[in-house]
């Protein structure tokens, strides 16, 4: 296994490159597909054995909650919907290929599930790390699997909270 650690130090190859690339890639779809309310897209981004091994708020902030396959990954995330909005940054995605089929990874996030009512608005920030572990397909690289661990939950009260996504519009 080649840390990503060590990557500056050694050369890397231009399909490492391209492999570390398209990973970093996957994770940015993903918290797009979230936001956007995409779930089907979200679903997409799983290989078809994937695992999504979620908290359960605020009793178990580890992974506890598993959702086994692209179907049920994905109508777990549709829980979100009931959310006004959702805004996911990623800050920092950690690599490491195991060869050119798999690989695993550390990315750190704050994710926003923002409500909007009347007068007073809330948002309920997630600090949180995910341990994935990825798979190259015939479609590109996917979650084989995706477990997500809550460091601390912070509650906000925004001035306004907005829809990340026009509802009327189609999406692209």
Do not use: K, Q
């Amino acid at each position: 296994m080649r840390s990503a650690w060590a990557w500056a130090a050694d050369p890397v190859s231009t399909a490492d490159d391209a492999a570390r690339a398209a990973v970093h890639d996957l994770v940015a779809r993903y918290a797009a597909a979230v936001d956007d309310r995409r779930f089907d897209v979200v679903a997409d981004l799983f290989t078809d054995d994937a695992v999504l091994l979620a908290p359960d708020p605020p009793t178990a902030l580890g992974p506890t909650v598993a959702h086994d396959g692209p179907a049920a990954i994905g109508a777990a995330m549709a829980a979100l919907a009931g959310f006004t909005a959702t805004f996911h940054a990623v800050h920092g995605v950690v690599v490491d290929l195991s060869d050119n089929e798999t690989a695993t990874g550390r990315v750190t996030c704050t994710a926003h599930h923002m409500n909007a009512g009347g007068d007073r608005h809330r948002d309920l920030v997630w600090h949180l790390v995910y341990r994935d572990t990825y798979r190259h397909t015939g479609a590109g690289w996917r979650f084989a699997r995706r477990e997500l661990r809550i460091i601390s939950i912070d509650t906000a009260n925004p001035r306004a909270v907005g829809p990340t996504v026009d509802t009327e519009e189609e999406p692209a």
